[in-house]
Each structure stands twice: as structure tokens, then as C-alpha cells.
T-cell receptor, first 113, second 114 residues
């Protein structure tokens, strides 16, 4: 079965510091991986997705993620955190044949001034 | 282009009642999926519709049902509400329902069962 695990339910960084949110996946087939962000009282907004075209994927708001097959990882990074990045972030894998997203438990990102 | 819309945004019901939630996908999108989000269980897949047919279903009891209309709008119904059904219900739409395409999410309907 395909699944994702997000390491760290809460991450806190200072404004201007590097943001690193960890995601590991489990899949017996080449995965389609996604990162979504959720701001309070809102739905999910796509940050970026991996569909095997390139291992380094650039997304919106300065975020990027690197697909590493050997480590079964798809970590999300941003070089310099901004206060507006405070939100909950979800890593997800699309289950092939079932057309459904399986989400990690989410990581709440806090930015300290 | 307008995004995914969901109505109502907030809903309060009592145990035993039933509720219907509505989702209008992005224009031209034919796939609609529903997810339940709770603090304890996180985001869980309910079902997916494409061209008025339910193609996939998650592990939820039969009290949860849905349908899709010819204009791709979808409704989700929960009968005999339980306290544990309190959640944010998210709808997502996709153009063709293929595995690598992006699913675009609506703002959700927050359901509180008392």
C-alpha cells in the first residue's frame, strides 16, 4: 500500500531561516507526490508536485522539494522563512488505480520573529 | 476562472439528523473527490466521482454517500449523524481524474454535530 510519513508534527523556525519539512513515502510503483499547504480556516492549496519529470521540483512561494528514490524521501524546503509561511503543510501520495490522495499527518510550521 | 466552491461553509446539526453538502468543481473539471479532515484521523478519502459515476470509495460506513450530476456538481450526504462525524469536509476537483493531475481543493464545509 502507498503511504507517506511526515516527520515532526510541529516545526518552528526563525524568520529568514531555512525551512525543512520532512516527508518519506512508501510505494511499490513510481509515486506521484504532492505538497499542499493549509492556512487557518481554509482548504488545501497545492505547493508543488512530483510526477517523474524532474527530481527537483519548484513550487509557489519559493518552496521546492527534491525526490530521492534511494531515500524514499520528498522533503520540502525554503531558503528563507517568511511570517506568511506559518501554516500546516501536508505531504501526499496519489494511489494509482484508486485515484485518491493519501496524506501524511501534517506538519504545523511556526515562524518566530 | 472560479475555484472550487462548497456550500454551506458551516453547519451545525444534532445526532441522528442527516446532512447534505454541496460542491461545485472548477469549470471543465469532471472528477470530484471528497475528503474528511479531523484532528485525530487527519485527512481521509471518502469517495471520487467521474462523469456521474462513483469510481472509488474509501473506508467509511454506508451512512456516507454521494452523487454527481451531469454538470459535474457533487453532493455528499451523511445520514444518522454521530458526534464523530464532526469534521471539515473538503471537496477537490480534477480535469480528467488521471493519477498525475492536480486536485484543486475547495474551502471546505465545517460540520459540527451536537
Amino acid at each position: 500500500a502507498q503511504s507517506v510519513t511526515q516527520l515532526g508534527s510541529h516545526v518552528s523556525v526563525s524568520e529568514g531561516a531555512l525551512v525543512l519539512l520532512r516527508c518519506n513515502y512508501s510505494s511499490s510503483v513510481p509515486p506521484y507526490l504532492f505538497w499542499y499547504v493549509q492556512y487557518p480556516n481554509q482548504g488545501l492549496q497545492l505547493l508543488l508536485k512530483y510526477t517523474s519529470a524532474a527530481t527537483l521540483v519548484k513550487g509557489i512561494n519559493g518552496f521546492e522539494a527534491e525526490f530521492k528514490k534511494s531515500e524514499t524521501s520528498f522533503h520540502l524546503t525554503k531558503p528563507s522563512a517568511h511570517m506568511s509561511d506559518a501554516a500546516e503543510y501536508f505531504c501526499a501520495v496519489m494511489v494509482q488505480g484508486a485515484q485518491k490522495l493519501v496524506f501524511g499527518q501534517g506538519t504545523r510550521l511556526t515562524i518566530n520573529p | 476562472k472560479a475555484g472550487v466552491t462548497q456550500t454551506p461553509r458551516y453547519l451545525i446539526k444534532t445526532r441522528g439528523q442527516q446532512v447534505t453538502l454541496s460542491c461545485s468543481p472548477i469549470s471543465g473539471h469532471r472528477s470530484v473527490s471528497w475528503y474528511q479532515q479531523t484532528p485525530g484521523q487527519g485527512l481521509q478519502f471518502l469517495f471520487e466521482y467521474f462523469s456521474e459515476t462513483q469510481r472509488n470509495k474509501g473506508n467509511f460506513p454506508g451512512r456516507f454517500s454521494g452523487r454527481q450530476f451531469s454538470n459535474s456538481r457533487s453532493e455528499m450526504n451523511v445520514s444518522t449523524l454521530e458526534l464523530g462525524d464532526s469534521a471539515l469536509y473538503l471537496c477537490a476537483s480534477g480535469r480528467a481524474g488521471t493519477v498525475q493531475e492536480t486536485q484543486y481543493f475547495g474551502p471546505g464545509t465545517r460540520l459540527l454535530v451536537l
